[in-house]
């Protein structure tokens, strides 16, 4: 149904690039850019077939072609310009490509066998390139290929983070001399060693002690393709309700409060519809990685409640591989629900066949800057599985099967549902 689609693309909408009311998004003979219908679809690029494909379910639909694509966009399309984003405590980058797409680079900090320190609070962690490229592959599906068959198996299949593909940049020809952002160009230094290096400014870790420095210019990073401009569709920002206190003292009052889903439940959005469950998702999704930092999460306007939550800004997972957050875990505790979809798929994924682990190797080795995760954090997801299984099968026990494991297949076709 239409009002199930982001967008209708043969109304009036205008798929235009310079509704973000940037002049240099104009071609040379002032034409439109974008077609409101009258041309296919096939010759749109990329990320806008992308952005149309978003409807009230997920962001893209399983076997959307453009997706794959898109990927091989982010890390071969030529960077046209660059700027830093303001907001936020480290220093990001928005990168636009000659095809008007724009994407979100987060630069290389740790390398891959590096833990957060043990003294840092989860609110002064790095964001990690290569966990926002990790979450996005643990979202969405991989295709396992077996010896006599091919067989599709999804990973949590949630598709609600945006694609995320690493890269390689030069920082001289790709991000220096093409900036127009003064305050970042300033940053830029040649290091001792002879390696180019720059720090941008952001409130934690911009400094010539904390400078991203190239080999001799080349930094590795992720880029997150971007959402439909905010012009064209609104996005709501929702307070997670269980949202740390990002206080080095105080305690946030589901920490104190056994009984605080009880309180939630009973206040919208999550008094009806499907959100309840969304914050499931995500509290598995987060304890997996080892995600402590998701203070807010966004939803699109249009759809209004029943809708799905994006999973954006994903950096500060995948921090400690010999550690397992349990305090993430605390929603799926105290409310004891999850979707039978997400169970049942939690359950396969524990099988030695389908260990969550082999799939997460296997997809991550398609990035173009793989590998993507040290070893030790794959083998620290399949232990964390194990205890998201037991926590259910604890609230299954105290308060039985159906009271926790909520039916969202269509059961005439045996399908999920679409009221995800």
């Keep these: 149904a239409d009002g199930d689609l982001l967008f209708n693309v043969n109304s009036d909408i205008r798929f235009n690039p310079r509704a973000a009311e ?45 997706i794959e694509a898109l990927l091989q966009d982010l890390v071969s399309q030529k960077i046209t310009s660059v700027a830093m984003k303001s907001g936020g405590t480290q220093l990001k980058l928005i990168m636009t490509f000659q095809n008007y797409g724009q994407a979100l680079f987060k630069p ?15 609110f002064s962690d790095y964001e990690r390139h290569n ?13 396992w290929i077996c010896v006599k068959k091919k067989v599709e198996i999804l990973i949590l299949d949630f598709r609600r983070v945006p694609p995320v593909a690493g890269r390689l940049v030069n920082m001289t020809r790709e991000i220096r001399d093409v900036t127009r952002d003064k305050k970042l160009w300033r940053t830029f230094f040649i290091s001792p060693a002879n390696n180019i290096c720059f720090y941008g400014e952001c409130s934690y870790y911009c400094s010539t002690e904390h400078a991203l420095c190239g080999k001799p210019d080349q930094i590795e990073g992720s880029l997150a393709a971007f959402l439909p401009d905010l012009s064209l569709a609104k996005r709501k920002t929702w307070r997670n309700p269980w949202r740390r206190s990002y206080h080095k003292r105080k305690k946030a009052e589901w920490e104190v409060d056994p009984d605080y889903c009880e309180e939630v439940k009973q206040t919208p959005p999550y008094d009806s519809g499907t959100r309840i469950l ?21 939803t699109f306007e249009k759809f209004g409640n029943e809708t799905f939550i994006i999973h954006l800004d994903n950096g500060r997972g995948f921090g400690k591989y010999s550690h397992d957050e349990l305090s993430i875990l605390v929603p799926l505790n105290q409310c004891c629900r999850i979707r039978k979809s997400t169970y049942l798929r939690l359950q396969l994924l524990a099988k030695e066949e389908y260990k969550l682990s082999l799939l997460m190797k296997e997809s991550l080795l398609k990035d173009k800057i793989a590998p ?27 308060d039985g ?11 005439d076709i045996n399908t999920v549902t679409t009221e995800r």
């Excluded at 598995?284 to 930092?293: A, E, I, P, R």
Aim: with cysteine; charged share 30%; aromatic share 12%.
């Design 22 to 66: 940037q002049p240099e998004w104009q071609n040379e003979d002032n034409e439109e850019f974008l077609p409101t219908g009258e041309t296919s679809i096939d010759s749109y690029p990329n990320w806008l077939k992308f952005h149309i494909g978003i409807n009230r379910y997920e962001l893209y639909s399983r076997h959307n072609p453009a």
């Design 131 to 143: 966990a926002e490229i990790a979450a996005f592959h643990l979202d969405r599906q991989v295709k």
């Design 278 to 298: 969304d914050i499931m998702d995500m509290t598995v999704f987060d304890f997996l990685m080892g995600n402590m930092d998701r203070h807010h999460y966004e």
């Design 401 to 411: 099967y159906d009271n926790v494991v909520e039916n969202d297949f269509n059961t």
């Design 372 to 398: 993507i995760l040290y070893q030790p954090h794959l083998e620290a997801m399949d232990r964390r599985l194990r205890i998201v299984l037991k926590a259910v099968s604890d609230c299954i026990e105290k």
């Design 108 to 122: 290389m900090k740790q390398t891959r066998e590096q833990e957060t320190p043990p003294d840092f609070f989860y």
